[in-house]
């Protein structure tokens, strides 16, 4: 669920209620399924009370500060061993990805290249300092919660300020001091963990929903959201070929009536643009494989670390693309959906970007 | 005389009653109570009062889409619920009885 998102949703005094209690999470040390429930529930009832135009003072006091309080005093010690354990969920599998790779590179010429430290001392540091950063940020919210302006974006940046003056302290503090474990032995314990959390998840989840799956993820992936996570996409997309038109039309390039033909040929063109950087990519990934290949061979290495390099390079070429194409492939549909929509409306191409970046107005939601 | 600490002693009774008269979600609960005259009442009490009563399994909580769209708790009394509102009824009625009692006596000996 993106919190965002949601907000976009929401004007004026709604929206200042929902950001302060972004702020409050923020500056908390919250479970994240908490804080999704805890923020589509306020989400739902400002909503609803925009809807209908009712104040929000007559929903949260005048005491917005009191409200979060105690809208927030349900985290109890139940839901903070849940975060330590999703926490510790999180550590564990950085620490058997990198484990993995350096049990896998040590026996191998290309350890040189690949070898990590098994050094324990740096998660203990990070864990220590995450349980500082926790009770600075803590520290820090009445301030914040308190503020006659809910200034989120520079609480934000004080959170990041704290957090990276933490890994500074922690690097000087750690210095050389190394305390590595045999791989064989942060495997099992890292193993052991995953296994365990995700048996007793699957438990309760069977237990609770009759599934194993995470039908609450699956809930906050239904139409309505994916309409606000598309709205806000097109939003932005409009925002962006307003711009150009108002640029274009400022250099005499472009009139008003033609702006919508010049962007159906464009689009046209940037399908078939798109299916050419795939190829492009694809042959420079096998240029650069068989290059890496023909030098190993002259060097006298081993077959074994053309592969190892034609895995890196593939794997991270992948994720290259499949994070480009997913952004292109939205911003297509965003604007296939914009010219129709202002075609069938038969208005010009500005007038109708015009409307769509307007401001949501209280009574207008995303059914 | 504080009328919030008043009500802090019958809102989860309150609450419970007003689950019990069927499935409804936070912002009902609110309207309800504000017009039946709870308005001086401390808005973020509800949500710890829901969170109270659910985790005592004396209410359901289901979730499921509300009519504009995002997801809503919708909360339903249990069989453990409503024993323990007839029982909160029953401790009511005893309680204002015995404080009609204080108080009308005091005011008819004022009175004479």
Known sequence: MNAELLKSQLTGEYR?????????IMMSD????????????????LLTAQSEQKPVTQLVGRDVPRFLNDYFSDHGLREHLLNAAETLRRVCWVVLVI?????LAAEHPIADFFTVRTDIIYVLGGIIGGLLFVQAARALRPAAVNAEKNHYGLWCLAVIVVFVLMIMAESILIGDRALALPVWMLLAGTGAYLLVYYTVQSICRLKR???????QKALYKDAYYQRITDMTYEKGVAEGMLSQYRRLLKRGKITEEGYLAYWQ?????????????TWFLALFTLAAIAFTGIENLHDGQSWVDTAFFALIIITMEYFIWRFFGKIEKRSA???????TECAANGQTLPAYLDELVKP???NETAH | MDQAQLMKGILEGCVLAVIARGETYGYEILSILEQSGFDALGEGTLYPVLTRLDKSGLIACRKARSPLGPVRKYYSVTDAGRTQLAEFRERYAAITKSADIILNGTEKEEST
């Open chain 1, 16 to 24: 200042e209620v929902f950001e302060r209690a972004q702020t409050y």
């Open chain 1, 209 to 215: 929903y009759g599934t194993v799956r995470d039908t």
């Open chain 1, 99 to 103: 484990s993995l790779l350096n049990w």
């Open chain 1, 265 to 277: 040929e464009k689009h046209c063109k940037s399908a078939q643009s798109e299916k050419y950087a």
């Open chain 1, 333 to 339: 549909a965003a604007r296939e959906h914009i010219l």
């Open chain 1, 360 to 362: 949501v107005q209280p």
């Open chain 1, 30 to 45: 919250f479970e994240e399924r908490y804080t999704e429930d805890k923020l589509s529930e306020l989400f739902d009832l």
